[in-house]
């Protein structure tokens, strides 16, 4: 008994197969644009249509402000831009008239520049009307106020009846675009390489982000962008991922766990990270054969969820030690209790041959 005793341990195969290898990180969903809805003109909030929460269309009308004062100013520009028009077809007719007296030698060249002049002079102010008739008419449609982009709206900051003016900074409502929608998140400098290499390739590489507990995936998108410099502070690169929320599982400003994959590795032997022991010049396991451990070294290569390849040093099925490893040494006997994940594998190697 004691340490001669056979060690309690728990042992696991290796296994071939695929190996997705991920970085994990934490990150904020960030809307692609958001908007605060405010007034290009004053008056009196005259009507407010819209329903806080609710999802717009951009276009959709959102408010209006009383028109009256609005219309009166164009109807004012307009009826000017009509008065000059009519001085400048007048002015534009005893300048024909003019014309074909000076052909005659009738009329002195001096009234013939001015008209000239005064029809020029005429067009200037036509032009001049004209802007002011646009911009009365711009102002006009101002007073219908509607959504810039297409998203869900916000809590409403003014009601209807109060007066608004273009300078205020509050603002009606906010707009936020939810579809689609960005989720920000940093990757370690370490990782920046791979994450390069990985982005070279023709396939768009694939993020899940996952909720709170990693148990469930709200959504599945593509990586779209690279920041420009790793922050110094930090030592991370801020990269961002795009995905089309048509569900909205994904809410402004929320925290969720992400999982960027990189590649997949095939035809891999993979075993579980806490059987992995680190000297210091080599990683090893302890690897089960005929009832005892035995050290192996092994050359590691990618690790994700748990799980990391073994390059070298392994073969598929061979039993490595999970738990039990502080009173394990080289050659020590090892007992595998009934259930173990590779009890029935030992047992087999431990049962005598069949008779002939």
Do not use: C
């Amino acid at each position: 008994m004691g340490w001669d005793a056979p060690a309690v341990v728990r042992v696991e195969p290796a296994e071939l197969g695929q190996l997705d290898v991920r970085i994990k990180s934490i990150g904020t969903v960030t809307p692609l644009n958001t908007v605060m809805v405010q007034s290009r003109v004053s008056g009196v909030l005259d009507k407010v249509v819209f329903e806080e929460g609710a999802r717009v269309e951009q276009g959709d009308l959102l408010a209006e402000i009383d028109p009256s004062s609005y219309r009166a100013q164009l109807d004012q520009a307009e009826g000017q831009l009509q008065q000059d028009i009519a001085k400048l077809e007048n002015a534009r007719a005893d300048l024909a008239l003019y014309e074909q007296l000076w052909e005659q030698d009738s009329i002195a060249r001096q009234k013939l520049s001015a008209q000239r002049a005064l029809v020029q002079e005429l067009l200037g102010t036509v032009r001049a009307d004209q802007a002011r008739v646009d911009d009365a008419r711009l102002q006009l449609s101002w007073t219908r106020i509607t959504a810039p982009l297409s998203g869900r709206l916000g809590l409403r900051k003014v009601d209807q009846g109060n007066l608004v003016t273009g300078s205020e900074a509050e603002g009606l409502v906010s707009i936020t675009q939810t579809q689609p929608i960005a989720v920000n998140f940093t990757v370690p400098e370490v990782d920046v390489p791979a994450l390069r290499e990985a982005r070279r390739g023709e396939a768009a590489l694939k993020v899940e982000v996952l909720d709170r507990t990693e148990q469930r995936v709200l959504a599945t998108g593509e990586l779209t962008t690279l920041d420009n410099q790793i922050d110094t502070s930090t030592g991370t690169l801020r990269v961002r991922a795009q995905f089309a929320n048509d569900d909205e599982a994904l809410f402004p400003n929320q925290f969720v766990n992400v999982h960027l994959r990189l590649k997949t590795l095939d035809a891999v032997v993979t075993i579980p990270s806490d059987a992995v022991q680190f000297g210091t010049e080599r990683s090893y396991v302890y690897v089960v054969q005929d009832d005892k451990a035995y050290v192996r070294n092994v050359v590691l290569g990618a690790a994700t969820d748990g799980r990391v390849a073994v390059t070298e040093g392994l073969a598929p099925g061979e039993l490595v030690v999970l738990e039990g490893l502080d009173r394990l040494r080289d050659g020590k006997e090892v007992n595998i209790p009934d259930g173990d994940a590779g009890s029935s594998v030992n047992a087999e190697r431990r049962s005598p041959p069949p008779a002939n």
